[in-house]
Every structure is written in structure tokens, then in C-alpha cells.
T-cell receptor, first 116, second 110 residues
Framework: AQTVTQSQPEMSVQEAETVTLSCTYD???????LFWYKQPPSRQMILVIR??????QNATENRFSVNFQKAAKSFSLKISDSQLGDAAMYFC?????????????FGKGTKLSVKP | DTAVSQTPKYLVTQMGNDKSIKCEQN?????MYWYKQDSKKFLKIMFS???????INETVPNRFSPKSPDKAHLNLHINSLELGDSAVYFC?????????FGQGTRLTVV
């Protein structure tokens, strides 16, 4: 069975500092998509960043970037210049090719706290 | 316009009751999902439909029955509600490269 593992149930970072959330996954597919979602207390699921597995270049969205290591099946999220509004649950997700396979797999989440 | 909308947002009901949560997406996506998020924030897939056909049915009590009248709707009906059913239920839809989530329905069974 395919799995997504987030080994850090909780993380804490000082405001303005950098934090990295880890994610590893297991798949037999050669092509797929990886995502990080943020879930603030409002519980809305917000897409943070997306990586296409066939692209070697790491995705970047403003203060958010990923370190995608396909061979190692690792997909970590780096948050630079952390802000209080970054405090939330972060979920790593893997989507099968095309997204129409009904195959969205989530990790168990990492709760990020940001200290002022 | 909300891409994926769930109703109701909150639902409080007594044990033994039957309730439904509705989900509609206006994105034209083929695939829709129901997820359950428990008190530990774990997101667990319950069902997935593609073009109104069930393609994923995880180990879920048969008190839970999804219904997809058309491609844009995936409703979740729950019979004989139990205390352990209390959770947040998320509907989502996806196509190709991204999934979109509803705002969640917090179900509380008392």
C-alpha cells in the first residue's frame, strides 16, 4: 500500500527563522504530484506548494520551498522568515498521475507553532 | 463562487439519528472524495468517486453511504450515528494536478 509519512507530529520555530518539515512517501509510480497543504484553525485546507515528480527543479512559492529527492522519495517543506500566520497543521500529500485515479494520500500532519 | 461547498458547516445530532452532508463542486472535476479528520487531525480517505462511480471504498462502516446523483455532487449519508462518528468531514474534488477542498463539516454526536 502506498503511504505518506510525516515523522514530526509537532514543530516549533521562532518568528523570522527558518523551519523544515519532513515528508517521505512510498510509491511504485514513476510520475505523480506532491503537495503541501496548510490547515489553520479555521480548518480550511489551503494549498501551499505543488511539485511535479517528473520535474527535477524544486518548487518555490515566496517563502515556501521544497527539497524534492525523488530517488529517496523525500519531499520536505522549508518555510523561510516564519510568520505568526504560518502557525497551522501542515499535511503532505501525494496524488496519483492525472488526479483522476481517486488516489490522494495524506501524511498524518505536522503541527507548526511559531513563537513571537 | 465557492469551488467546493459543503453543507452544513456544523451538525450536532443525537446518537441513533440518520444525517446527510451534501457536497457540490462547480469546477467540472471528474473525481470527488470524502475524508474524515479525527480529533488527532488525521485525514483518512473514506470514499472516492470518478464520474459517479465508486473507485475507492476504504474500511468504513456500512452505516456510511455515499451517493453521487451527478458528477458535481457527492453526498454522504450516515445511518444510526454513533459517538465515534464525531469528527470533521471534508469533501474534495480533483482533476489532473490539484485537489480542492470544501470547508469541512464538523459533526458532533451527543
Amino acid at each position: 500500500a502506498q503511504t505518506v509519512t510525516q515523522s514530526q507530529p509537532e514543530m516549533s520555530v521562532q518568528e523570522a527563522e527558518t523551519v523544515t518539515l519532513s515528508c517521505t512517501y512510498d510509491t511504485s509510480e514513476s510520475d505523480y504530484y506532491l503537495f503541501w497543504y496548510k490547515q489553520p484553525p479555521s480548518r480550511q485546507m489551503i494549498l501551499v506548494i505543488r511539485q511535479e515528480a517528473y520535474k527535477q527543479q524544486n518548487a518555490t512559492e515566496n517563502r515556501f520551498s521544497v527539497n524534492f529527492q525523488k530517488a529517496a522519495k523525500s519531499f520536505s517543506l522549508k518555510i523561510s522568515d516564519s510568520q505568526l500566520g504560518d502557525a497551522a497543521m501542515y499535511f503532505c500529500e501525494k496524488m496519483g498521475l492525472g488526479g483522476s485515479q481517486g488516489n490522494l494520500i495524506f501524511g498524518k500532519g505536522t503541527k507548526l507553532s511559531v513563537k513571537p | 463562487d465557492t469551488a467546493v461547498s459543503q453543507t452544513p458547516k456544523y451538525l450536532v445530532t443525537q446518537m441513533g439519528n440518520d444525517k446527510s452532508i451534501k457536497c457540490e463542486q462547480n469546477l467540472g472535476h471528474d473525481t470527488m472524495y470524502w475524508y474524515k479528520q479525527d480529533s488527532k487531525k488525521f485525514l483518512k480517505i473514506m470514499f472516492s468517486y470518478n464520474n459517479k462511480e465508486l473507485i475507492i471504498n476504504e474500511t468504513v462502516p456500512n452505516r456510511f453511504s455515499p451517493k453521487s446523483p451527478d458528477k458535481a455532487h457527492l453526498n454522504l449519508h450516515i445511518n444510526s450515528l454513533e459517538l465515534g462518528d464525531s469528527a470533521v468531514y471534508f469533501c474534495a474534488s480533483s482533476e489532473d494536478t490539484e485537489a480542492f477542498f470544501g470547508q469541512g463539516t464538523r459533526l458532533t454526536v451527543v
